[in-house]
T-cell receptor, first 111, second 111 residues
Framework: DSGVTQTPKHLITATGQRVTLRCSPRSGDLSVYWYQQSLDQGLQFLIQYYNGEERAKGNILERFSAQQFPDLHSELNLSSLELGDSALYFC??????????FGPGTRLTVL | GQNIDQPTEMTATEGAIVQINCTYQTSGFNGLFWYQQHAGEAPTFLSYNVLDGLEEKGRFSSFLSRSKGYSYLLLKELQMKDSASYLCAGGVSGGYNKLIFGAGTRLAVHP
């Protein structure tokens, strides 16, 4: 158990819908990261927040957005969902810019 | 570019030693990470190399040569539970932090 928590564990929704994934970092960690893992793409970096500020962006679609709240938890919002958005979404956290520890993931299925 | 290459699959025998190679073309990698991931689960941190040389941690060791863009993960005294995917990732930082992952090497350990 890394100490990073993610909810929900599983999410099934329809195309065109919007969902919110939630992540709580390890106690004391200020950085939160989001990654997407699909069967044909491997683990892809989406975005990093540090102490509430966006610090790095990867291949994150415009339909996706994220934020980190004052209590340091983070949410990833996915809208206008498409079949291809079906994937495992992982959150990771680190103290600052060091080793990242991953949460258990949210499995999103878009039907 | 930031390509990371590693073999897709490997097999080994319980009790043996296996070496998983990772090569990369990097612009800006400041360290090399190895993670273990069982199917459907979170990646688990194994090791981090920032300097050239060998880092040993129990049954697992990791090596880095920055000039050659080469790393390997060495697993000794293989156990059945070591059957998993092993992900090589380059760390990119500079006021931010992100991991660029290879596609992973799926290791099957058989009796």
């Amino acid at each position: 158990d890394s100490g990073v928590t993610q909810t929900p564990k599983h999410l099934i929704t329809a195309t065109g819908q919007r969902v919110t994934l939630r992540c709580s970092p390890r106690s004391g960690d200020l950085s939160v990261y989001w990654y997407q893992q699909s069967l044909d793409q491997g683990l892809q970096f989406l975005i990093q927040y540090y102490n509430g500020e966006e610090r790095a962006k990867g291949n994150i679609l415009e339909r996706f957005s994220a934020q980190q709240f004052p209590d340091l938890h983070s949410e990833l919002n996915l809208s206008s969902l498409e079949l291809g958005d079906s994937a495992l979404y992982f959150c990771a956290s680190s103290v600052a810019f060091d080793t990242q520890y991953f949460g258990p993931g949210t499995r999103l299925t878009v039907l | 570019g930031q390509n990371i290459d590693q073999p897709t699959e490997m097999t080994a025998t319980e009790g043996a030693i296996v070496q998983i190679n990772c090569t990369y073309q990097t612009s800006g990698f400041n360290g090399l990470f190895w993670y273990q991931q069982h199917a459907g689960e979170a990646p688990t941190f194994l090791s981090y190399n920032v300097l050239d040389g060998l880092e040993e941690k129990g049954r697992f060791s990791s090596f880095l040569s920055r000039s050659k863009g080469y790393s390997y993960l060495l697993l000794k005294e293989l156990q059945m539970k070591d059957s998993a995917s092993y992900l090589c990732a380059g760390g990119v930082s500079g006021g931010y932090n992100k991991l660029i992952f290879g596609a992973g090497t799926r290791l099957a350990v058989h009796p």
